[in-house]
C-alpha cells in the first residue's frame, strides 16, 4: 500500500478551508446580516420552488392499453 492516495485527503482540506473561512467571513460581517436577511428569504423563494416541483413535472404518458384494462361494464 505504499503507492495508494487517499482521495478523502483533498476533499476534507477543502472541507476545513471553506468552513474557516466561512466562519471568518461571518464572524467579521456579523453586522452586515440583518441587513442581508430580507434579500436572502427572497432568494430562498425560487429556489425552493425550482427545487420542490422537481417532481411535478408533467410528462405525457402512453395509455393505449387502458381500455383493455377496463371492465366490460365501464366500456
Not at 476534507?12 to 474557516?20: D, M, R
Amino acid at each position: 500500500m505504499a503507492g495508494t492516495t487517499n482521495r478523502s485527503a483533498p476533499i476534507l482540506c477543502l472541507y476545513v478551508v471553506g468552513f474557516a473561512v466561512g466562519g471568518l467571513l461571518l464572524f467579521q460581517h456579523w453586522i452586515h446580516l440583518p441587513l442581508v436577511l430580507p434579500y436572502l428569504v427572497f432568494l430562498a423563494c425560487p429556489v425552493m420552488h425550482l427545487f420542490m416541483h422537481r417532481g411535478h413535472r408533467h410528462h405525457r404518458h402512453d395509455h393505449s392499453d387502458e381500455s383493455e384494462q377496463k371492465l366490460p361494464s365501464q366500456r
